[in-house]
């Protein structure tokens, strides 16, 4: 098992299930008492509209809520604007998350105390209506990601990118040639 201070730091992202009850997480673990850890908790002190940073928490009701260790925060990366979305993030997506950490407890990937914080990001596709997909998926891109944080990504993979580096794409990206005005 890796300790708290030499996780603090790491980053990565995951994609888990498929559109359009699809979830994308980016993942910052960090020691308790660094920089990290300081400004992965000042988001407590920032939300904004559409954007509530959560401690990730579980239990049948509210009096019940038990937060999961190691201490989880949670924010949407994507505006939060309707009663479906909220339910999605709040509920299906908070469950997902403390399920894929409880994961990596279970694997011996991180421990489950206060020494270390993970920091998740998640954006679920605004199509997305099936909280048992979303929970599934949520669940599925946080183990990927921490394990990925944890052990780092795959050297094949790193090799491939910077072998790739000219050709690279992105969904989000239109070259030149596909922009609206050129087709």
């Known amino acids: 098992m890796t300790t708290s201070t030499s996780l603090d730091g790491r980053i990565a992202q995951a994609w888990g299930g498929t559109n359009p009850h699809g979830v994308h997480l980016n993942v910052v673990l960090a020691a308790r008492g660094s920089a990290t850890a300081a400004a992965m908790t000042a988001t407590f002190s920032a939300p904004a509209t559409g954007f509530t940073p959560i401690l990730v928490c579980v239990g049948p009701d509210q009096p019940s ?32 998350i403390a399920q894929g950490v409880l994961d990596s407890v279970a694997e011996d990937l991180l421990i489950a105390d206060q020494e270390t914080i993970v920091f998740v990001s998640v954006w679920v596709n605004p199509q997305a209506n099936d909280a048992d997909s979303v929970r599934a998926a949520a669940r599925q891109a946080t183990g990927t990601s921490i394990r990925e944080a944890v052990a ?32």
């Open 65 to 96: 809520y038990e937060t999961i260790n190691p201490p989880t925060i949670m924010l949407n990366k994507m505006v939060v604007d309707s009663d479906t979305m909220s339910s999605l993030v709040a509920g299906a997506c908070q469950v997902g």
């Open 152 to 183: 780092g990504p795959p050297p094949q993979g790193l090799r491939r990118l910077v072998r790739d580096r000219e050709t690279l794409t992105h969904p989000f990206y239109l070259a030149a040639a596909e922009t609206p005005e050129n087709l």
